[in-house]
């Protein structure tokens, strides 16, 4: 099996590949990653030697089609991924997302090549807190903000290849990941590193907004099983009912950490904030037999801050760009 993924050197692309590196050792892994402000060849460095790394743009016509020629299958997790980026400026996701969504379909199309597509639960907008509805394959789009109106763009031109051109396709929404090699910007490596520079966290508004925290590893099996076993043309929610809001988190980070749990500030609210996101995973539970391997949220958000405690070498150089950005925004 030769699989290409795009993204690679992203959070959760980087995190796959160490998974298909020890789970199929026989496969061939080729990554492409345009390396934009969020990836990191670092993040690979464990498996440099075992794979192909090309720095390119999903949007290079010429190189993706050659790259997907010469693979089996394409694991499409390339994109802009922060909705705060998107806010200030929502180009770069019409670009990366969309545009360089087109130019995978394309070549998956012309080559005849199965084609797993990644994307978010933020394509269906938010519940209410106190709604007991979670997010199912049925529920209709309803993105707020650019960058995930753009990921639902991306997805509906998934379905279209599907249904127009018979592309062999399957796309999963998931939730809210977290794990090592997430880059600062987001919300629990940002409070995490925060307290190690002995710094408060930052809540955006009150602090109640729910999210479904999954770990990464449980993402990334996840799409292995359905790169496997999914059927095409189908839609899988990945999660592992891990619904918590904000404020319980940097609790539970200040407290892990050993500080005083109420020792974090409220800053600017984002505008057009998603309340809370929660996944019904059943359709991937029982089609598919996938189980989370994390059941306590603690124990993984421990390793987390494990291993940004002992990796600032990989994080310092984000932090001051980010936190110039966040400061412009009043976050
Ligand atoms: P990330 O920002 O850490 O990584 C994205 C990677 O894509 C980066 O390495 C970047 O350089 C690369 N990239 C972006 N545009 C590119 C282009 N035009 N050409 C080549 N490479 C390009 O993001 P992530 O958190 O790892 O997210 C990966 C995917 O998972 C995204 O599609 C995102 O929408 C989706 N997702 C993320 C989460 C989450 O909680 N982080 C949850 C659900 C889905
Ligand atoms: O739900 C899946 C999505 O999760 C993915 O599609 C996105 O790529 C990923 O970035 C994430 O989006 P969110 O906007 O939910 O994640 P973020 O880490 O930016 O914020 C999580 C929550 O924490 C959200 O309610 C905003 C809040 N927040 C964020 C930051 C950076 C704070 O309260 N303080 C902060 O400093």
């Known amino acids: 099996m030769k699989v290409l993924v795009t993204g690679g050197a992203g959070f959760i692309g980087s995190n796959f590949v160490y998974l298909i590196l020890k789970e199929r050792p026989s496969w061939q892994v080729t990554v492409i990653d345009k390396l934009g402000y969020a990836g990191n060849k670092q993040s690979l460095e ?13 949007c290079d016509e010429g190189l ?13 997790f390339a994109a802009e991924s ?30 005849s090549k199965r084609l797993h597509h990644i994307s978010t639960d933020e394509v269906y907008g938010d519940l209410e807190l106190d709604d007991p509805a979670k997010f199912t394959d049925k529920t209709p789009y309803n993105p707020s ?13 998934v379905r279209a290849w599907v249904r127009s051109f018979g592309v062999q396709a399957t796309i999963s929404n998931c939730s809210n990941n977290y794990g090592p090699r997430q880059h600062v910007e987001k919300f629990i490596p940002r409070q995490i590193t925060e307290v190690l520079l002995d710094r408060k966290p930052k809540l955006y508004g009150t602090g109640e907004n729910i999210r479904d925290w999954i770990q990464v590893d449980d993402h990334n099996s996840a799409v292995l099983t359905i790169l496997e076993k999914g059927k095409a043309g189908e839609t899988y929610l990945i999660g592992a009912n891990g619904e918590k809001n904000n ?10 950490m050993g500080k005083d749990p109420m020792d974090y500030e409220h800053v600017t609210d984002r505008p057009g ?13 029982d089609e598919l037999s996938w189980q989370p391997h994390y059941t306590s949220f603690e124990d993984g958000l421990r390793a987390t801050i494990d291993w940004y405690t002992h990796n600032d070498s990989w994080w310092k150089p984000q932090k001051a760009e980010t936190e110039a950005k966040y400061k412009q925004a009043g976050h």
């Open 247 to 256: 404020k319980e988190v940097v609790e539970m980070i200040l407290s892990l």
């Open 46 to 58: 464990g498996a440099l030697d075992k794979i192909t790394f090309v720095k390119g743009n999903i």
């Open 64 to 76: 993706i089609d050659s790259l997907v020629a010469d693979s089996d299958a394409v694991v499409h």
């Open 273 to 285: 904030h998603d309340l809370r996101y929660a996944i019904d995973n059943s359709k991937l539970v």
């Open 82 to 111: 922060h909705n705060d980026n998107s806010i200030a400026n929502p180009w770069p996701f019409i670009e990366s997302n969309l545009i360089g969504t087109y130019r995978i379909l394309e070549a998956v199309r012309k080559h």
């Open 145 to 157: 903000s650019p960058y995930s109106s753009t990921k639902a763009g991306s997805d509906l031109l």
